[in-house]
């Protein structure tokens, strides 16, 4: 079992930066996909950063390229997702998740999720 928390979500003005973080806790995650994914009401929940575990490997959504960095602190256990240049259209709950399937930019490749957290972002 891997237990995940998120934090680091509020409310920023457009332009603005936040950074989230997910502590992992449970068993070792080895080479495990660590992503992130977001859902705004009335949406589906969509694919955002994943990231290798034991590094080397990182994959971006084509809308946040250039904007967020996702990186992992294996000492901390936690992964980031620092997000920069933001926009009303990120507006969501972001969740983090954990896998054992690559590429990991789909829902159904992650085992373990965490609870969300809420990214507003005003205009």
């Known amino acids: 079992q891997v237990q995940l928390v998120e934090s680091g979500g509020g409310l920023v003005q457009a332009g603005g930066s936040l950074r989230l973080s997910c502590a992992a806790s449970?068993?070792?995650?080895?080479?495990?996909?660590m992503g992130w994914f977001r859902q705004a009401p009335g949406k589906e929940r969509e694919f955002v950063a994943a990231v290798r575990w034991s590094g080397g490997y990182t994959r971006y959504e084509d809308s946040v390229k250039g904007r967020f960095t996702i990186s992992r602190d294996n000492a901390l256990s936690t992964v980031y997702l620092q997000m920069n240049g933001l926009k009303p259209e990120d507006t969501a709950v972001y969740y983090c998740?954990?896998?054992?399937?690559?590429?990991?930019?789909?829902?159904?490749?992650?085992?373990?999720w965490g609870q969300g957290t809420q990214v507003t972002v005003s205009s």
């Open positions: 449970g068993r070792t995650l080895g080479s495990y996909v």
């Open positions: 998740a954990a896998g054992s399937q690559y590429p990991g930019v789909a829902a159904y490749e992650y085992t373990y």
